[in-house]
């Protein structure tokens, strides 16, 4: 498949160019409609502090969406996204920035694809995302 | 109440076309202030509107699991994907109670998760596992 970062140049231990982003409570609103998630801790403030948080915190899946990006850019195509997980281990405030970062831990020749160990942390320096993996098919 | 005698509970979700529309709204909320990204098939994390909230919602509406929404906390997700989702696939989402474990006063919930296509081949897999707090509403 074309536009997929090619598999020969790739070496184990090799870092994934990291994304940065900066999430604002717009942002989070306009994920929490894009993807039909109206938990109000997302949006409303004086609910969110009610169940125990500072106040709203981004959607773990917005912060996994911006993981999702960050593996896309890397290999060329989304679609040679093959598995994608995390932990949400910590809360993104709004904003913060999220940083996500990974590295090349295994590299399959036959079948063309490559394992990444992911992560995203925030600009408090908290670990957001943990245990991130991802499978990614590259190109020839 | 949820507790493990629920594993093995199957749930379905009405099928649904992933609509182009939705797809930019949900890139362009991911993306933010910055350049969409769109190279290849929707964001894999789409599947958090054609796949996790749709079978999830299944699962959290039935009365059974008297789930409480409120203390609701998604821990780890993860997906697999057989084959790339674009706009115009018709999904149909399920899900599964895999697992329900009680830790101190905590409950976690583990939840497997498929979308499938119009040729009955699955195009997504997942799992998430989510944790309920207190209960005590």
Redesign the interface.
């Known amino acids: 498949m074309s536009?997929l970062r090619p598999l020969a140049a790739i070496r184990i231990g090799e870092e994934m160019t990291p994304l940065s982003?900066?999430?604002?409570q717009d942002?989070i609103a306009?994920?929490a409609?894009?993807?039909?998630?109206p938990?109000p801790i997302h949006l409303d403030p004086e609910f969110a502090r009610g169940?125990g948080l500072p106040g709203t915190i981004a959607?773990?899946?917005?912060d996994?969406?911006?993981l999702?990006?960050a593996?896309?850019?890397w290999v060329?195509?989304?679609?040679?996204?093959?598995?994608?997980?995390?932990?949400?281990s910590k809360p993104l405030l709004p904003g913060e920035t999220i940083t996500c970062t990974g590295r090349v831990v295994s590299l399959e020749e036959a079948s063309g694809t490559v394992t990444l160990q992911l992560e995203a942390t925030s600009s408090r320096g908290e670990r957001v995302l943990t245990?991130g993996?991802a499978?990614v098919r590259l190109g020839d | 109440m949820l507790d493990p005698s629920h594993v093995g509970r199957r749930y379905e979700a009405p099928a649904e076309v992933v609509a182009a529309e939705r797809v930019s709204a949900y890139a362009a909320a991911v993306a933010g202030p910055d350049a969409v990204f769109s190279a290849g098939s929707v964001p894999p994390t789409f599947a958090a509107v054609y796949c996790l909230m749709p079978a999830l919602g299944q699962v959290f509406a039935d009365p059974e699991l008297g789930i409480d929404l409120a203390g609701l906390i998604h821990v780890e997700q993860s997906f697999e994907w057989a084959s790339p989702v674009h706009p115009g696939d018709a999904l149909l989402a399920s899900a599964e109670v895999a697992a329900v474990e009680s830790k101190r006063g905590l409950i976690f919930l583990t939840v497997d998760l498929a979308a499938v296509d119009g040729a009955g081949d699955t195009v997504c897999r997942g799992r998430s596992l989510l944790l309920f707090r207190g209960g005590g509403r």
């Open positions: 536009g982003r900066a999430v604002s942002q306009a994920y409609k894009a993807a039909g998630d938990n169940v959607h773990g899946m917005l996994m969406a911006i999702a990006e593996v896309g850019r060329g195509s989304y679609e040679g996204v093959l598995e994608l997980g995390c932990r949400f245990n993996r499978v």
